[in-house]
């Protein structure tokens, strides 16, 4: 990758806020539990063992639950919580947090004096319920953490609260950035039959925070594709995700499969300025393969800055392709991006103005010469390029489909002009089936290609 195609990229993530994936917030708001502690004498009616409280726990237990109990309804507390909901910095979000912490410091002390005082298993199952709700109380998801695990280690929880414990419990690992803490319980949720998408996509997130690129990326797609079996939209900042997690690790093909599915749900401009700078940043394409990444780019309005014309124009070359260069410099110049006076620009059009004529008046003999008997493979592309380039995308086709029978023809790049040309005469399936057959350096350029075609043919 050039310094220059790395810097635009950069540039272009920060320009689009491209961040983590975004994860839906859990809490203990939406954990029902099946298993709250049945004690004294009460029998539980949902299969819980019944829980009996021992006789030095017992009192600790009604202290503390009755507090909490009044806690839930303390103005000063509900305020507290609303600045914390409300805080939109870190620093406001921390100081909201110590203040609802302060609110509950007593309770937040009898826990080592309950702790000391459980004695049987279901002692500290009772424990750790108390733990959750002072948790959920303080919004302290580390105290959540703790408490379900201390209610899943007692063993005396319902086993039907297996698979959410462990979810709720790497959901607060995840957020408390314990990403290793994360994976392992998310992995034990999925075992024990958790199903809700939101475990694939937390699990992704914590492979791809620790460094597991192998694991993460996979998963990702795992998680899209669970997403998408709901019949719910496959949130845009996943498929983000996945191409800056691969373009970071110079990875073309997972950087394509979730830019691919970026653009296909949302096949705005700005996607794929995105996908096309990618390819051009990990894939060194030479001049004549950038040319048609760029040519890509022209048609979906996909210009992200000068420096992409200047790049157009440099590719193109006003000496082989006047009337496309001139073509491009009048977009450049209609979009404000380019300068009429800029002498990169002003040299460029000097000369393709110098040869447009003549080259556009050449064009029905090389085609005629393309379409004759004997022709060589690089005289019917070059009647193919340079019908191609002034829109005369019929000839094109017909030349490029001419020189593809002849020996010596580069097959990958005649392929993907071939391509080209018959989106431009409305064939978008004929483009598709053309792109698909693009192997090499190339094929990665063919999928974006073939993608373009696809929506061209939906209307989009």
């Known amino acids: 990758m050039t310094c220059n195609h790395q810097s635009r990229f950069r540039r272009h993530l920060v320009r689009h806020a491209l961040t983590p994936l975004a994860l839906l917030a859990v809490g203990t708001a939406g954990l029902a539990l099946s298993a709250m502690p049945a004690v004294a004498k009460d029998k539980d009616q949902s299969g819980q063992p019944k829980i009996a409280l021992s006789p030095k726990f017992g009192p600790v237990y009604m202290d503390l639950a009755k507090k909490l109990e009044a806690d839930k309804a303390r103005p000063d507390v509900l305020a507290a919580q609303q600045k914390v909901k409300a805080a939109d910095t870190d620093a406001a979000q921390k100081a909201a947090q110590a203040e609802l912490g302060g609110l509950l410091a007593t309770e937040k002390a009898q826990l080592p004096t309950a702790l000391a005082a459980a004695a049987t298993p279901d002692d500290h199952y009772a424990l750790g319920q108390l733990e959750l709700q002072l948790g959920g109380i303080a919004l302290d998801t580390g105290l959540q953490r703790q408490a379900l695990q201390d209610m899943l280690a007692s063993g005396k929880s319902n086993p039907a609260d297996t698979a959410k414990f462990q979810f709720y419990i790497g959901s607060f690992a995840h957020d408390g950035g314990d990403y290793p803490g994360a994976i392992t319980a998310l992995q034990a949720a999925i075992a024990a039959g958790y199903t809700d998408p939101q475990v694939n996509v937390l699990l992704a997130d914590s492979y791809l925070k620790n460094h597991q690129l192998d694991k993460g990326l996979p998963a990702l797609e795992h998680a899209i594709e669970a997403q998408k079996a709901t019949g719910q939209p496959v949130p845009i900042s996943w498929y983000r995700s996945g191409v800056v997690a691969a373009y970071n690790a110079k990875l073309i093909e997972p950087t394509l499969l979730f830019g691919a599915g970026l653009i296909q ?33 022209a048609r979906t309005h996909s210009y992200a800055e000068r420096q992409d ?99 010596g023809v580069d097959t990958p790049r005649v392929l993907t002009r071939l391509g080209i040309a018959q989106i431009d005469t409305g064939d978008y399936a004929g483009a598709q089936a053309t792109f698909a057959k693009i192997t090499g350096p190339r094929e990665p350029l063919g999928k974006l290609w073939s993608i373009y075609a696809a929506q061209k043919a939906a209307g989009k």
């Open 309 to 407: 014309y200047l790049e157009y124009i440099q590719s193109a070359d006003a000496r082989r392709l006047p009337g496309e260069v001139l073509d491009v410099i009048a977009a450049g110049e209609a979009s404000g991006m380019l300068s009429a006076n800029d002498p990169s620009v002003t040299d460029a059009k000097s000369v393709a103005a110098g040869r447009v004529t003549a080259d556009r008046a050449s064009i029905p003999g090389l085609v005629r010469d393309a379409r004759g008997g004997g022709v060589t493979a690089a005289t019917a592309s070059a009647a193919g390029d340079a019908a191609l380039s002034y829109g005369q995308s019929a000839d094109a086709v017909a030349v490029y489909q001419i020189a593809l029978s002849k020996p």
């Open 265 to 297: 749900e949302e096949p705005t401009q700005k996607n794929w300025a995105l996908l096309i700078e990618v390819l051009q940043s990990v894939a060194h394409y030479p001049a004549q393969d950038e040319l048609d990444l760029m040519r890509l780019m």
